[in-house]
């Protein structure tokens, strides 16, 4: 079957190579190729953009811990062992809580920074850091029945697998190792 648009003599544009769905082990063991003037692809600035999100996520859950910790602490299904009750306790486990909690959102961060600015070992700790985080909530999907919610786990999950598939791109690998020798 001839193709249309050459019997009307309109031209012909070309159509761009499709990967395949499937590709041989062997190609995709291929190291990518390391250029050290490679421009920043859009896989590294939306990986970080999308770490910043998550520290942003982070932030509201903080802050949300923070105006409700008199409920939480009401809660009789909280269990604080070795928990002082007194006000003056209950002080210091909200200042111990948000101080670790703002600990690992600067480190989260950090690490965002670094992803942008092409760091290879940055990347793949974010990388490790979201499959422990999604495997987290599979597993209190899977063994505790805990039910997959917007207000709950739904958004950190979703930034997690966006991330997930942002920076084990080819493109995001090359660009972070793109100093390296061959």
């Given at each position: 079957?001839?193709?249309?648009?050459?019997s009307t003599?309109?031209?012909?544009t070309?159509?761009?190579?499709?990967r395949p769905a499937?590709?041989?082990?062997?190609r995709?063991?291929?190291p990518?190729?390391?250029?050290?003037?490679m421009?920043?692809?859009?896989t590294?600035?939306a990986?970080?953009?999308?770490v910043?999100l998550?520290?942003?996520a982070?932030?509201a859950?903080?802050?949300?811990i923070?105006?409700?910790?008199?409920?939480?602490?009401?809660d009789p299904?909280?269990?604080l062992?070795?928990?002082?009750?007194?006000?003056?306790?209950?002080?210091?486990?909200?200042?111990?809580?948000?101080?670790?909690?703002?600990?690992?959102?600067?480190?989260?961060l950090?690490l965002a920074v670094?992803?942008?600015?092409?760091?290879?070992?940055?990347?793949?700790i974010v990388?490790?850091?979201?499959v422990?985080?999604?495997?987290t909530?599979?597993f209190?999907?899977w063994?505790?029945?805990?039910?997959?919610k917007v207000?709950?786990?739904?958004?950190?999950?979703?930034?997690d697998?966006?991330?997930?598939?942002?920076?084990s791109?080819?493109?995001?690998?090359?660009?972070a190792r793109?100093?390296?020798?061959?």
């Amino acid at each position: 079957m001839k193709d249309e648009r050459a019997s009307t003599g309109e031209a012909q544009t070309p159509v761009p190579n499709k990967r395949p769905a499937f590709e041989p082990p062997g190609r995709l063991l291929k190291p990518t190729g390391y250029h050290p003037d490679m421009r920043r692809p859009p896989t590294i600035v939306a990986g970080s953009a999308l770490v910043l999100l998550r520290v942003l996520a982070g932030v509201a859950v903080l802050a949300g811990i923070a105006t409700g910790w008199d409920a939480i602490l009401a809660d009789p299904d909280s269990v604080l062992d070795g928990f002082d009750p007194s006000p003056a306790g209950s002080q210091a486990a909200l200042w111990f809580v948000v101080a670790a909690g703002s600990t690992v959102l600067l480190i989260d961060l950090m690490l965002a920074v670094f992803v942008f600015r092409g760091h290879n070992w940055a990347r793949v700790i974010v990388m490790i850091i979201a499959v422990g985080s999604i495997s987290t909530s599979f597993f209190a999907w899977w063994a505790q029945g805990q039910e997959i919610k917007v207000e709950t786990t739904f958004l950190s999950l979703s930034l997690d697998i966006l991330l997930l598939l942002a920076l084990s791109s080819r493109s995001a690998a090359a660009y972070a190792r793109r100093h390296e020798r061959r």
